[in-house]
């Protein structure tokens, strides 16, 4: 069982759609982070949600944190082919030192 | 580059040989953390070290898993007597960690893609 659950797992969307990927937990965590990965690389960051409700917008992708701090969304609007790529959330429980458990991920595919 | 850097990127090998794989993390950084990224099972939490603290092993599948964290900076994994599950992407991740709850982010490497014959 996931402590994190990401929905959907796989993606493929035409380019110009918008897309939204959701993160759930039944745990509280004092900040949550995105991060994506392309293949043969490690993942990259791309950012961190701290406070309940909080909402982080970066050019064309949009972070949501749950106003409870037990769920994360994504939207991507009119996706490019660029932004094809497993997309990870990672959490750090509260309370806890920095040890931080990721999700099984969204495989997201644009086609041009 | 001033970015993580994991050793080899690729290792093939025989079933119950020993491996061992190198992580070079930011320099300055006093937090590392091994991950195993298998299909369809997202990033597996493996080891933690921070700074002269002991690690947290709590992570580790088998005691046939085992890392050192020498003088602070160069990691090693080691998979010993190695089985065909144990075939994955071992991805390495540093941070610049400075307190218990401090959100600074991982700066992960490239990964090594570790495949048991």
């Known amino acids: 069982t996931q402590l994190l659950e990401q929905s959907p797992q796989f993606l493929s969307i035409q380019e110009g759609e918008n897309l939204t990927v959701y993160c759930n937990s039944s745990?509280?965590?004092?900040?949550l982070q995105w991060y994506r990965q392309e293949p043969g690389e490690g993942p990259v960051l791309l950012v961190t949600?701290?406070?309940?409700?909080e909402v982080k917008k970066l050019k064309r992708l949009t972070f949501q944190f749950g106003d409870a701090r037990k769920d994360s969304s994504l939207h991507i609007t009119a996706a490019q082919p660029g932004d094809t790529g497993l997309y990870l959330c990672a959490g750090v429980l509260s309370g806890g030192y920095q040890k931080v458990t990721f999700g099984i991920g969204t495989k997201l595919q644009v086609i041009p | 580059g001033a970015g993580v850097s994991q050793s080899p990127s690729n290792k093939v090998t025989e079933k119950g040989k020993d491996v061992e794989l190198r992580c070079d993390p930011i320099s300055g950084h006093t937090a590392l953390y091994w991950y195993r990224q298998s299909l369809g099972q997202g990033l597996e939490f493996l080891i933690y070290?921070?700074?002269?603290?002991?690690?947290?092993k709590s992570g580790l599948p088998s005691d046939r898993f085992s890392a050192e964290r020498t003088g602070g900076s160069v990691s090693t994994l080691t998979i010993q007597r190695t089985q065909q599950e144990d075939s994955a992407v071992y991805l390495c991740a540093s941070s610049s960690n400075h307190d218990r709850l401090s959100n600074q982010p991982q700066h992960f490497g490239d990964g090594t893609r570790l495949s048991i014959l």
């Open positions: 070290f921070q700074g002269n603290s002991a690690p947290d």
């Open positions: 949600v701290v406070t309940g409700g």
């Open positions: 745990s509280v965590f004092s900040s």
